[in-house]
């Protein structure tokens, strides 16, 4: 019902930057949040950042806070994640998500329902 389509990926070496996007498209619910998460080593996708489609309030994971920035784009209802001084700890699959309810909360992925294909970045030292 909603496709996400996320782009963007790439590879640098360390300090340096990249920009993910997302463009959703097909959904006949609302979507209250969308996010970024990475596919890590755990049981669980880890989220990285997330943004409220109502007021725009923006959650970050510890890890990325003050280096990445999530934002979006009102007129084209599209995602960006903006990385600098990337780390190869920050080398992983990333995902776009969605969820149809602000009751869910931003860092479990078991709450979102839609998922995009992912997109790889990789950093090197």
Not at 64 to 92: C, H, W, Y
Request: hydrophobic share 35%.
């Amino acid at each position: 019902q909603v496709r996400l389509a996320e782009s963007g990926g790439g590879s640098v070496q360390a300090g340096g930057s990249l920009r993910l996007s997302c463009a959703p498209s097909g959904t006949k619910y609302n979507i209250a949040c969308m996010g970024w998460f990475r596919q890590a080593h755990g049981n669980e996708r880890e989220g990285v950042a997330a943004i409220l489609t109502v007021g725009g309030m923006t959650f970050y994971a510890d890890s990325v806070k003050g280096r990445f920035t999530i934002s979006r784009d009102r007129a084209k209802v599209t995602i960006t994640l903006q990385m600098n001084d990337l780390k190869p700890e920050d080398t992983d699959m990333y995902y776009c998500a969605a969820a149809t309810s602000v009751g869910a909360i931003w860092s479990r992925a078991s709450q979102y329902h839609y998922w995009g294909q992912g997109t790889q970045v990789t950093v090197s030292s």
